[in-house]
């Protein structure tokens, strides 16, 4: 990884079509992922959100996941792949405080 920015958001391709002739992160087991990474970053206490998208723009390498700001991707993920992910990301991000809010419990503080 180039890029030493601290990235706060990891995106996640939960897109799925319809079209099984084409490829799509969901079809490829992305929503299991999320799951996984989710839970594993809140029990963690992981200093990162994440966040569900429609297409990272790489398909036919899915499921994606891509690091924000800073732009890394991981591809071809694997749920076998989401323990070494959640290192990955707390030695990039480092650690919420333990009596910090859940980034979605931030967001929705941040709601009018
Ligand atoms: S469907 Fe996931 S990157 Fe396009």
């Known amino acids: 990884m180039k ?3 601290k990235p ?3 995106l996640v391709c939960v897109n799925r079509r319809l079209d099984q002739g084409m490829a799509s992160c ?7 992922i999320a799951q996984a990474l989710e839970r594993g970053i809140s029990e963690r206490h ?7 998208i429609c297409c990272l723009g790489h398909c036919s390498e899915g499921p994606n996941l891509r690091l924000a700001p800073g732009g890394s991707f991981f ?7 989401v323990p070494n992910i959640l ?10 405080s333990k009596t910090d809010p ?3 419990e ?3 503080s941040n709601k009018v």
């Not at 969901?26 to 299991?32: K, T």
Request: aromatic share 0%; glycine share 4%; net charge negative.
């Open 106 to 108: 931030k967001r929705s």
């Open 75 to 81: 591809h071809d993920t694997t749920l076998d792949e």
């Open 102 to 104: 859940i980034p979605s």
């Open 26 to 32: 969901a079809n490829r087991g992305s929503e299991e």
């Open 87 to 96: 290192d990955i990301l707390e030695t990039r991000c480092g650690l919420r």
């Open 46 to 52: 992981i200093d990162i959100t994440l966040e569900p």
């Open 8 to 10: 706060n958001t990891l």
């Open 3 to 5: 890029n030493k920015e």
